[in-house]
């Protein structure tokens, strides 16, 4: 058997048998390539007031479901850090505003 023919079934052995996803992803979870995002729309970055007076730096983050058009919808603060500073509010302004 020469080398070819060895690489040739390993190649052939993979096929098909993708790995499986990590327990968290759930198995109905759809994949987007970085050319897919380039289409949705996201919103303007904005500083909370509170934030601002304060001069204070922070981050958040904010789940949102996404629609075929782009569009966020149903978004929900997950980490806020600092608290009450109104980033969890911010990460997901303008959408939160439209809810």
Request: proline fraction near 13%; charge should be negative.
């Amino acid at each position: 058997m020469a080398i070819t023919d060895i690489l040739f079934l390993a190649a052939v052995a993979t096929v098909g048998s993708e790995p499986p996803l990590p327990p968290d992803i759930p198995p109905n979870a759809v994949f987007y390539t970085q050319e897919d995002v380039k289409r949705y729309r996201f919103p303007k970055p904005y500083l909370p007031p509170e934030a601002k007076a304060a001069k204070v730096d922070a981050d958040a983050v904010v789940a949102c479901e996404v629609n075929t058009n782009g569009r966020m919808k149903r978004c929900a603060v997950v980490i806020e850090n600092p608290p009450g500073m109104g980033f969890g509010k911010a990460g997901g302004y303008p959408v939160f505003e439209e809810c």
